[in-house]
């Protein structure tokens, strides 16, 4: 079973693994994507073009573009200059970094624009830049992919508001499928369809929605996908409580955020401000964002709502990888990044891995792949002073920015990693669990957690003592099998880890055994 619900066990060829030489072996490449859109031009600089990119550098300037068209619908001088000064500054900022690629991708505003070529062409003269003009479709399809690109096989319908518009399409585990579309249901048309009243925007809205939204025939799941919304989740996350602040992978009942959306919708700016975690930047355009939500949701009744980080920009990045990388999991990617350079022995994860195989019978491959990444991250802080390890690691996995994972997946991640550092289930750290795990599932995690302090323990975090043994989880006992019994460093010290195993999965005895024994 899945951490925090049941889910279909699906069938998936691909193999999800610890590659310490490969991870090792790989020479990070910066790389650079400017996002012209309809309200915005953005700059992210990611660490790698690979499987899990984490932002090293992001920007935005709110030049507003999709407010700056004049009667003839030509960008005006002054929306010009101001973008050109924001995108001048990014293409500096990525020389500056030594960033070799820099995609520019153009969406609503530039392709409506009369005089969108020419824009093009002005980026194009003075940066050296080769922006692209997307089409609605093209939107659709890449902020899809940025979405199958942040999750683990995800299945529903993908929304993402922008400036301008708002694209919706369906996804089916690493596809999107023909179902696509895209409606100019933006933040800044919204705003100006909600200047005669909140009802006749609606009744417009609706209207849009009728004509070209797909329908919700895969999951009952739709994933949101921009500022606007995200910062619906960050309101939402501030007003319950919530312990995890990462917006990404937050996952709701679809009821909860379609009236929170429909208050905001008629809230006056001053009201906006008012509330929990707003950011600041989006006070004028929340409303119209929340607008567009609310009728989304009424419109598809989906049971679940989850919103995502990756959009257009991650989605462009994924389309660029091969088909190999593109099948490498997220969060296993992700956590070796992190967990594998900074370890003392980088090669001991994988052999944790393999180690752990057998710990849990029936094992999932969704289940795999958080045990692999607890493993890849076993020793983060190995530098860090024992009385502060486990808490500290704890906090810092609860908020990391890791992709492919949902929240209380992190909450489950986080508390292995505590126990790996023989930390305590204590009020403290319950409470910022919340109700995100189960009593099974905190059982679960203990295990895992305490079985890799005993495989460190054992082996000195070398893997070819651990490689010698085999741990054996039995009605009456957990048995710590060992090929040599001279390897074990002083017995009693391991046999205190291995009884704190045994407390964990509920039997009695502990023991070490010589292999046949």
Partial sequence: ???????????????????????????????????????????????????????????????????????????????????????????????????????????????????????IETIRAETGLNPRILSGEEEATYSSLGVI???????????????????VAEIVGDRVTERLTSMPLGALPVIAMMADGIDPAKKRID????????????????????????????????MTGHPISVVHGYEVPAREISALAKKIARMTPEEVAALPDVPGRRIGTLPASALVLWRVLRKLKPERIVFSAFGLREGWLYAQLDEEEQYRDPLVEGAMAIGLPGARVPAFSEALGRWTDDLFPGETQ?????????????????????????????????????????????????????????????????????D??????????????????????????????LEQSRLRVDPDAVRLEVGDIHCIPESDVVLTRLRGLARATGVTGAEIVESGG
């Avoid at 460190?456 to 003592?465: C, G, K, Q, V």
């Fill in 1 to 119: 079973m899945a951490i925090g619900k049941t889910r279909e066990v699906q069938t998936d060829p691909r193999l999800i693994e610890i590659n310490t030489a490969r991870v090792l072996a790989h020479q990070p490449v910066h790389y650079g994507v400017i996002d012209i859109g309809s309200n915005s031009i953005r700059l992210v600089v990611y660490d790698d073009l690979g499987r899990a990119p984490f932002p090293r550098f992001n920007e935005k300037s709110l030049v507003a573009l999709g407010a700056g068209l004049d009667a003839e619908g030509r960008f005006t001088e002054e929306v010009l200059d101001t973008a050109m000064w924001a995108i001048r500054r990014f293409a500096a900022i990525a020389r500056a970094m030594d960033v070799p690629r820099v995609d520019v991708l153009a969406t609503e505003a530039t392709r409506r624009a009369v005089n969108g070529a020419e824009f």
């Fill in 207 to 238: 209207e849009i929605l009728d004509g070209n939204l797909p329908p919700l025939l895969t999951e009952p799941v739709f994933h949101a996908v921009g500022g606007g919304w995200r910062a619906v989740a960050r309101i939402h996350i501030a």
């Fill in 436 to 465: 995100m795990l189960t009593r099974n599932e905190m059982q679960r995690a203990e295990i895992l957690g305490r079985a890799l302090l005993l495989g460190h323990r054992f082996s000195a975090s070398m893997p070819e003592i």
């Fill in 149 to 167: 690109s942040g999750f683990f096989q995800p299945k529903g319908l993908v929304g993402d508001i922008g400036g301008g518009s708002l694209e």
């Fill in 366 to 434: 969704h289940d795999r792949r958080i045990r692999l990444a607890a493993c890849a991250l076993t020793d983060m802080a190995w530098r860090d002073h024992q009385k502060v390890r486990a808490l500290e690691c704890f906090l810092r996995l609860l908020q990391f920015p890791f992709i492919g994972i949902s929240h209380p997946e992190r909450a489950f991640l986080a508390l292995v990693v505590l126990f790996r550092y023989d930390g305590k289930l204590d009020e403290f750290v319950t409470g910022r669990i919340g």
